[in-house]
Nanobody, 115 residues
Framework: QVQLVESGGGLVQAGGSLRLSCVAS????????MNWYRQAPGKQREMVAL???????NYADSAKGRFTISRDNAVNTVYLQMNSLKPEDTAVYYC?????????WGQGTQVTVSS
């Protein structure tokens, strides 16, 4: 069983920045690949960024050059630094991981970008 708790969302003006955090329970966090997803109103949930246990990363095209995913295994936390935010980044952002057949989600954190 893995529990994920996100924080760091909020209201920001276009061009601003936010850093999201996701704390994971469990003693083997360093072995997990971790993902950030988002879901905007009326749209499907989409992957934003992922980070593998070894630190390699991958980003959705919409996030490349603006968002950075990182992890601190000492505190079981994955981060999403979001810069140059746009109104179209408005969504609920979710942390996600998969262990074997089991998929875990956090409760989400709202990000709202005003124009």
């Amino acid at each position: 069983q893995v529990q994920l708790v996100e924080s760091g969302g909020g209201l920001v003006q276009a061009g601003g920045s936010l850093r999201l955090s996701c704390v994971a329970s469990g003693s083997i966090f360093s072995l997990y690949a971790m993902n950030w997803y988002r879901q905007a109103p009326g749209k499907q949930r989409e992957m934003v960024a992922l980070i593998n246990p070894g630190g390699s990363t991958n980003y959705a095209d919409s996030a490349k050059g603006r968002f950075t995913i990182s992890r601190d295994n000492a505190v079981n936390t994955v981060y999403l630094q979001m810069n140059s935010l746009k109104p179209e980044d408005t969504a609920v952002y979710y942390c996600n991981t998969r262990l074997g057949p089991n998929v875990y989600w956090g409760q989400g954190t709202q990000v709202t970008v005003s124009s």
